[in-house]
């Protein structure tokens, strides 16, 4: 069993930067890879970044590549996204989410867990 818990979340003018964080419980974290997705007001849940178990590997959707980074730290049980450049159109709740598997998926119903999500607001 794995829980989630993001945080960094908050309203920003466009071009600013978050960071946003989430903290996973149990001994197995580094066992699993992780992604970042998120879901505007009346819009289909989106992948946005995906990392690797070991964080070597990384992957974004086209639409936040060369702004957002994916990272994690499996002594501290954490992955991050920090998220640069923003836009309005970024605005929406982001949730983390544990796939039992070392590569990432785009598809959420691949993953295991899922946080409770943190909402991010881009104002213009």
């Known amino acids: 069993q794995v829980q989630l818990v993001e945080s960094g979340g908050g309203l920003v003018q466009a071009g600013g930067s978050l960071r946003l964080s989430c903290a996973a419980s149990g001994r197995t974290f580094s066992t699993y890879a992780m992604g970042w997705f998120r879901q505007a007001p009346g819009k289909e849940r989106e992948f946005v970044a995906g990392i690797s178990s070991s964080g070597g590997n990384t992957a974004y959707a086209d639409s936040v590549k060369g702004r957002f980074t994916i990272s994690r730290d499996n002594a501290k049980n954490t992955v991050y996204l920090q998220m640069n450049s923003l836009e309005p159109e970024d605005t929406a709740v982001y949730s983390c989410?544990?796939?039992?598997?070392?590569?990432?998926?785009?598809?959420?119903?691949?993953?295991?867990?899922w946080g409770q999500g943190t909402q991010v607001t881009v104002s213009s």
């Open positions: 989410a544990a796939v039992d598997h070392s590569i990432w998926s785009r598809h959420p119903p691949d993953y295991n867990y």
